[in-house]
């Protein structure tokens, strides 16, 4: 698989439910990020967790990590019709440097249906 | 909330013609970069910006290609001679000290 693969490519979901996105990477990262897309628009930052850091909140969101498995997930609970977007996830490579560029997966498209 | 912007949000352009895109980061941060999506595919990173020079640049960023920071607020793609696989999404995102990058709103490049 690619460097910041996301699965499901799509998922449906009905308001209230919770929606589960992964993100698996090849390469030894120091941080990753998810990013939110409606459609057509900008990159929104969602959550950053470190390679040191196994999981993290930050309001209905939660993110995990596994290093050994090169993977992380993004959990919505209580999912919103307004969440409806693309997710992304994106690593920071480790020892980058100043560039500290990112690299992107395909994404899930997220359908909340009210 | 301070926030990256960038003009124009859309840009419809003849093949061969030059395009500026420009970006305004957020005001202390002191990297930036331009990254694209084309249609439909994923978010490629095109070049890394830092101390008035390209810190890193990929295989996409050939000499058609340029960036340059002419004043202390804007930070700007030119491409020289547009092809019509260059149309896409062009997003441009700063980052302070910390590794969150933060994105502007893009903008939607059409050569024809």
């Known amino acids: 698989s690619q460097q910041g693969e996301e699965d499901p490519q799509a998922l449906s979901i009905q308001e209230g439910e919770n929606a589960t996105m992964n993100c698996s990477y090849k390469?030894?990262?120091?941080?990753l990020q998810w990013y939110r897309q409606n459609s057509g628009r900008g990159l929104v930052h969602l959550i950053l967790?470190?390679?040191n850091e196994r999981e993290k909140h930050s309001g209905r969101l939660r993110v995990t990590l596994d290093t050994s498995k090169k993977s992380s997930s993004l959990l919505i609970t209580a999912s919103r019709a307004a969440d409806t977007a693309s997710y992304f996830c994106a690593t920071g490579r480790l020892n980058a440097g100043n560039n500290r560029k990112l690299i992107w997966g395909l994404g899930t498209s997220l359908a909340v249906n009210p | 909330e301070p926030e990256v912007t960038q003009t124009p949000s859309h840009q419809v352009t003849q093949m061969g013609q030059e395009v500026i895109l420009r970006c305004v980061p957020i005001?202390?941060?002191?990297?930036f970069y331009w990254y694209r999506q084309i249609l439909g595919q994923k978010v490629e990173f095109l070049v890394s910006f830092y101390n008035n020079e390209i810190s890193e640049k990929s295989e996409i960023f050939d000499d058609q290609f340029s960036v340059e920071r002419p004043d202390g607020s804007n930070f700007t793609l030119k491409i020289r001679s547009t092809k019509l696989e260059d149309s896409a999404m062009y997003f441009c995102a700063s980052r302070g000290t910390g590794e969150t990058q933060y994105f502007g709103p893009g903008t939607r490049l059409l050569v024809l």
């Open positions: 390469t030894s990262i120091n941080n």
């Open positions: 005001s202390n941060h002191l990297y």
């Open positions: 967790i470190r390679s």
